[in-house]
């Protein structure tokens, strides 16, 4: 038996649940001759959806605590042999016996891991088996008491109503579960991160991560120091906006002060369609393309370009976020009243002059907002800087070196065999709070400036 | 005004004239750069196209000669005469007739170098034919065989180590018009292989439906639901607020932190299948949230209230007003917003990578918690690769999954411009 057996036992039971209920009312206002409050069919679903509560609840625990459950049943068992572990040695017994379970053995397990997990195969069944009975004694139970609830005058419609209201707000409430887990788990394995780092350390420049097992070797566990990776993170997006800003916003002048209306009908689309295209994609373009190109101009001229330099990353970022630029300079330019560009015409001033002497600089603070949002963007940027730019981490300027980024090496440290005890695992999630919070902020600044751009501009 | 003061104010306004058609000339260049660079990605993915959705043949007079076929001196007990068919000796078949094609070579060591004009997988294709045609033993049949890597890579100019021997003979080849090119359906038909000509995308697009799948079934209802919620019932208050907040800073956290929330909550703590389609699906899920609910609240404001308040004095409930009348007017909107979401997931590569679906997938996934890749995740480990071939595939894929996105967005275009229409 399966979950989705399970869940469609539980749908089985809600339909009977229906069909009595309603054959019920019906009874019962024959019986009584008055008419009922609600309609039959709300009878029917209030004890449907009554039935089906634990059923719902049951498929959850099991398919999201079942796995715990029965680890935390295991652990109890075993107590006596996890006391004579040593320190950290429960986890590592208990991860090498789940990689046994799934087929992937790391090593010849010991008998005693062989032992366990047949112990955890064995204790499956029963968990799965309570869990099974209660959802279904559950749903009978609420079921028949919900039918003993009906009778004429009871407001089963007023009930449902009220239960699908609150089902609604449950859904919006999940935006907030997914931001409350995202900072949580980063938070979590963030701290547990600085059991083994130290904060000072992470202000030096030397990224040497080092796995689990290569630490078990010597007891180094590598150097964590964040500089040489947020400057690499900088270095291509000060490439990428420096060449997206000028070109985003002419794109954005020229389109809303100077193109036709027919140009604007064609341009608008393949802006749009630059937009939607993959990052995957222009990865795989500055892999092909970009990079090499840029490796042969560089020869030409007589500079010694690296064959993943932060240039090609940056540019290939670029061209990805042109239309993002231009969108938001777009909507920051016709912020401004259009009082000021008409007076400014009225006056003789050519469109270039009204431009750049009226409607820019009162543009500036939406403009500003629309360079913070893109470059929040580019450092959150995983798929090109990975493809295009280098694994070392390099505390250099010149963006002709190749450099990483913290994306990249979020990605290098969790890819591969993950081991939730390594400081190399930890310092991924230690890497995704930095980026969390550097974005939030600047994305927190952008807005706030964007809207004194607006109240500013309205006055 | 004198006439010298006119004569300077002329000449100045021609010259700002003259600034502001240069400063027209520069937006419009710049809206060109644009589209040269759509174009170079374009054409730089066209032209690696071609050759991974290609393959070479060889057309060689091939003779099935019985004593190949008496190979193996005696089936084991049991076969039935197909044993004889199935491991003939295939390999010599092909150098033979390979020789007599070339038959001023004499040296032994270069006719056997003449074997690496072939696929390995010519002895397949061969066999394939056997087993069709028995009455081919002992006649003599045109064939078109596969080429080689090697010669592959020669044929399609790829910027890989040349054997110069190969190339003459291929050019010999040429010459005498044995040489052809088939559409390699491979592609399509296979999942992943450590050789190029014979890896196809096949699992990793059936590893994308899957997890898109998951991903829209929990999104949709979840999203819907909200902005029903947030839109219709929700009267203004902190808890309102909150989620509000929320769904806007949930668009803009990057991606790969949704991967690290899959791999801490949901292979760490829930200990769900890693690289399976539900864990991708559940982490792409809450990354369409933030834009389906946007997308959803945006149509169904847009429903006249007049609709609302006719089923509410009639004496509808809200819930019924709302489910019953404003909900399906919005749901093209609705659709529409829920398509684009699905574009954006489709093209979801980087929480993929860190929850482990990054894989050597060769089986087609068939169910939710099988090990699986998605495509974007193949477009990265093929274009990753050192060879070409590898590089070129990586284009069909990219070729692929940029019309399965044009797809999805012409469908929310034309859901957009009926619904339009309507109100």
């Known amino acids: 038996m399966t979950p989705s057996h399970l869940l469609s036992l539980g749908v089985i039971i809600s339909a009977c649940f229906f069909l009595f209920a309603r054959f019920r009312i019906r009874a019962a206002t024959l019986q009584e001759q008055a008419p009922s409050t609600s309609l039959p069919r709300f009878y029917g679903w209030y004890a449907a959806v009554l039935a089906f509560v634990p059923i719902f609840l049951g498929v959850c625990i099991w398919v999201f605590a079942s796995t715990t459950i029965v680890e935390i049943l295991l652990v109890n068992r075993l107590d006596s042999l996890f006391a004579s572990l040593p320190e950290g040695g429960r986890d590592r017994f208990l991860a090498e016996m789940y990689s046994f379970l799934d087929g992937q053995p790391l090593r010849t397990p010991s008998p005693d891991i062989a032992a366990a997990a047949n112990m955890l195969i064995g204790l499956r069944t029963p968990v799965v088996t309570t869990i099974i009975a209660l959802s279904t004694v559950g749903a009978l139970s609420l079921g028949f008491l919900a039918l003993r609830f009906i009778e004429p005058r009871f407001n089963a419609h007023a009930h449902i109503d009220r239960t699908v209201v609150f089902l609604l707000l449950l859904c919006s409430i999940l935006a907030i579960i997914a931001t409350l887990g995202i900072i949580l788990s980063l938070l979590f394995e963030t701290v547990r991160c600085f059991e083994f780092v130290s904060i000072c350390q992470l202000f030096s420049t030397d990224w040497l991560p080092r796995a689990g097992n290569q630490t078990a070797l010597d007891g180094d566990a590598g150097k964590y120091g964040v500089l040489a990776l947020f400057s690499g993170t900088f270095l291509i997006s000060f490439v990428a906006i420096s060449i997206a800003l000028p070109i985003g916003l002419l794109v954005a002048v020229y389109l809303s002060q100077y193109a036709s209306h027919s140009t604007r009908r064609i341009s608008k689309p393949m802006l749009e369609l630059l937009a939607g295209i993959p990052t995957v994609v222009y990865g795989f373009f500055a892999i092909v393309l970009v990079g090499p190109f840029l490796q042969r101009i560089g020869g030409f001229l007589g500079l010694d370009v690296a064959p993943q330099s932060a240039m090609a990353a940056g540019a290939v970022m670029a061209i990805m976020i042109i239309p993002y630029v231009s969108s938001l300079c777009d909507d920051a330019l016709s912020a401004v009243p259009s009082a000021l560009r008409n007076g400014s015409l009225a006056l003789g001033s050519t469109t270039a002059e009204t431009v750049l002497n009226v409607l820019l600089p009162a543009a500036l603070p939406g403009i500003s907002s629309a360079v913070l949002l893109a470059v929040s963007r580019t450092i959150g940027e995983t798929m090109i800087v990975l493809m295009a730019a280098g694994l070392a981490a390099n505390l250099t300027l010149n963006p002709l070196a190749s450099v990483t980024t913290v994306t990249v090496q979020i990605v290098q440290s969790v890819t591969g065999d993950v081991e939730f005890d390594s400081v190399k695992t930890l310092s991924a999630f230690m890497l995704g709070m930095l980026l969390f919070v550097t974005t939030l902020m600047m994305n927190v600044f952008a807005f706030s400036l964007r809207r004194r751009g607006i109240s500013h501009g309205e006055v | ?423």
């Open chain 2, 1 to 423: 005004m004198t006439f010298a003061q006119t004569v300077s104010t002329k000449r100045k306004l021609s010259s700002r004239n003259r600034a502001d058609t240069a400063f027209k000339m520069l937006g419009r260049g710049a809206l060109l750069l644009a589209f040269c660079s759509l174009l170079a990605l374009a054409i730089a993915i066209f032209s690696r196209t071609l050759p991974a959705l290609t393959h070479h043949q060889i057309t060689l007079d091939v003779a099935f000669e019985p004593d190949a076929f008496d190979y193996q001196t005696s089936a084991p007990s049991g076969t039935d005469a197909s044993y004889r068919l199935i491991y003939a000796n295939y390999g010599q078949i092909v150098g033979r007739s390979l020789e007599k094609a070339f038959p001023e070579i004499v040296d032994p060591a270069e006719k056997r170098a003449l074997r690496r004009l072939v696929s390995p997988t010519a002895r397949m294709q061969l066999r394939d034919r056997v087993l069709a045609n028995p009455s081919w033993i002992g006649t003599k049949q045109r064939v078109a065989l596969y080429v080689s890597k090697g010669a592959e890579n020669i044929l399609d100019a790829n910027e890989e180590t040349v054997d110069p021997q190969l190339t003459l003979w291929l050019t010999q080849l040429q010459d005498r018009r044995a040489l052809s090119t088939t559409f390699k359906s491979t592609l399509f038909t296979r999942g992943d292989s450590r050789e190029p000509e014979s890896a196809g995308l096949l699992a990793a697009l059936v590893g994308s439906l899957l997890t898109i799948a998951v991903s829209v079934a929990i999104s949709f209802p979840v999203g819907l639901l909200s902005a029903v919620y947030l839109e219709q019932f929700a009267t203004r208050s902190r808890l309102t607020d909150i989620i509000e907040v929320n769904i806007n800073n949930l668009a803009a956290v990057p991606s790969i932190l949704f991967g690290l929330l899959g791999l801490a909550v949901f292979i760490n703590v829930f200990h769900m299948p890693r690289s399976s389609p539900l864990v991708g699906g559940l982490t792409l899920s809450l990354m369409m949230l933030p834009t389906i609910i946007i997308a959803s609240r945006a149509a169904l404001s847009a429903v006249p209230n007049a609709l609302k308040a006719g089923a509410l004095a009639v004496g509808a409930s809200p819930v019924q007003a709302i489910f019953h009348h404003v909900v399906p007017q919005a749901m093209p909107g609705i659709i529409t917003g829920t398509l684009l979401a699905i574009a954006q997931a489709l093209g979801e590569t980087a929480p993929l990578l860190l929850l482990g679906m990054v894989a050597f997938i060769v089986d087609l996934p068939s169910e939710f918690t099988d090990a699986a890749t998605a495509l974007p995740v193949q477009i990265y480990m093929w274009a990753e690769s050192p060879e070409t071939a590898f590089s070129n595939n990586a284009a069909a894929a990219v070729v692929v999954l940029l019309c399965l996105l044009l797809a999805l967005n012409s469908l929310a275009m034309i859901l957009r411009s009926r619904f339009q229409k309507r109100i």
